[in-house]
């Protein structure tokens, strides 16, 4: 009998018809991130990218999100074998992830450590419940996280924060993170919260989303030097797409709010 795959793939239409897509780790008892696990996620942001929808929601089953990396695979590792390792989790989950081009959503019900903590700050959107809380403990193991954490974290916190965080490897809290500006928002029962989100955001003008990314993505790159450069093509380019054509004309015929979008 073949093993269960640690993480389940649902493609899901809106009321409206817009596909939403929901990645749930189910890998109990603590989802941890192992070969399995990490493989099985490459799979699903490989298929979201040949196949994109309009939203994403991560998030997971069971009392934690997860107890974080199974440590074997660190295990007796090379210094060539580590830095492999790395490349092959940047390629394979972190920088598809933030590629997609639509929204994606984490949520986060209970404990969040390492490895999908650093997933979730690849995402554009966290949410969070109030008894989640996240750390990046890598040090246990005396490593440094490297999935893009520490700098994804100071990107949104500040690198004073950044530092502390990883540095004492203690556990925080999803209020103290939400007034931090790592978590979105807190609310009580996140996964409803969070479906609701995607959905809403998967009606929405996908292209007009896509662009943000891009232009918020040239400014974590360059500044605003570099985002600005960017913005009259990118932005430029949806005044060539249906949902902008029909929202403008919506506006002046019926006013704000009322358009309906496509994602073309």
């Known amino acids: 009998m073949s093993e269960t795959k640690p993480t389940r793939l649902e493609r899901i239409e809106t009321p409206t018809g817009a596909e939403v897509a929901v990645i749930s780790v189910d890998h109990p008892p603590l989802n941890l991130f192992d070969k399995a696990l990490l493989d099985a996620l490459a799979a ?36 060539a074998e580590g830095a492999q390792l790395w490349r092959t989790l940047f390629a394979g989950i972190v920088h598809p992830l933030e590629a997609l081009p639509c929204p994606v959503v ?20 966290i949410l969070a419940a109030p008894k989640a809380k996240f750390g990046l403990v ?30 004492t490897g203690d556990l925080y809290d999803a209020a103290t993170l939400a007034d931090w500006g790592v978590v979105n928002a807190v609310h009580d029962d996140v996964d409803t919260v969070a479906r609701s989100l995607v ?22 790159s360059g500044g605003v030097a570099q985002a600005d450069s960017v913005t009259l093509e990118v932005s430029g380019e949806l005044f060539g797409t249906d949902d902008l054509r029909g929202a403008v004309q919506s506006f002046l015929t019926d006013g704000p709010g009322k358009a309906t979008y496509t994602g073309r």
Not at 64 to 69: A, E
Not at 106 to 125: K, M, Q, R, S, V
Not at 199 to 220: E, S
């Open 138 to 167: 890598e040090t246990v193991v005396g490593l440094t996280p490297s999935m893009g954490g520490p700098q994804r974290l100071a990107e949104r916190a500040g690198s004073g924060r950044a530092r502390e965080l990883v540095m």
């Open 199 to 220: 959905q809403r955001l998967a009606d929405g003008p996908t292209r007009a989303h896509a662009a943000t990314k891009r232009i918020v993505g040239a400014w974590r």
């Open 106 to 125: 984490f949520a986060a019900h209970g404990l969040t450590l390492t490895a999908a903590f650093e997933i979730a700050l690849a995402c554009d959107i």
């Open 44 to 79: 699903d942001i490989a298929e979201l990218t040949a196949a994109p929808p309009r939203a994403v929601l991560l998030r997971a089953d069971g009392k934690v999100v997860s107890g974080g990396v199974d440590v074997h695979v660190f295990e007796g590792l090379s210094t």
